[in-house]
Nanobody, 119 residues
């Protein structure tokens, strides 16, 4: 059974960098041909894809967030990390990590973690 678990601070101050880690168990993040995503949902809004890191380490980002986003991985710990810089209160959301199959099907999700941007 594949499990994903988000972790990180629940409160971030404006202008700082939000940093979250997704720890994966039951599967390797380097296994062909899976993609490991960050997704968020702000209050009262739909899901927003932030970006992903693929099995080979390549990354792709939502163009609207690309200038502030970095996704990296630690294969020794089977983790991948989101960094979102220069946050504002509009970045307040529940942040999820999730896995995509090669065909785009999103088959596993973490439970989500609330991040609030506030001074």
């Amino acid at each position: 059974q594949v499990q994903l678990q988000e972790s990180g601070p629940g409160l971030v101050k404006p202008s700082q960098t939000l940093s979250l880690t997704c720890t994966v168990s039951g599967a390797s993040i380097t296994t062909n041909y899976y993609y490991w995503n960050w997704i968020r949902q702000a209050p009262g809004k739909g899901l927003e894809w932030i970006g992903h890191i693929g099995y080979s380490g390549t990354t792709h980002y939502n163009p609207s967030l690309k200038s502030r986003t970095s996704i990296s991985r630690d294969t020794s710990k089977n983790q991948f990390t989101l960094q979102l810089s220069s946050v504002t209160p509009e970045d307040t959301a529940v942040y999820y990590c999730a896995r995509d199959e090669a065909n785009g099907r999103r088959d596993y999700w973490g439970q989500g973690t609330q991040v609030t941007v506030s001074s």
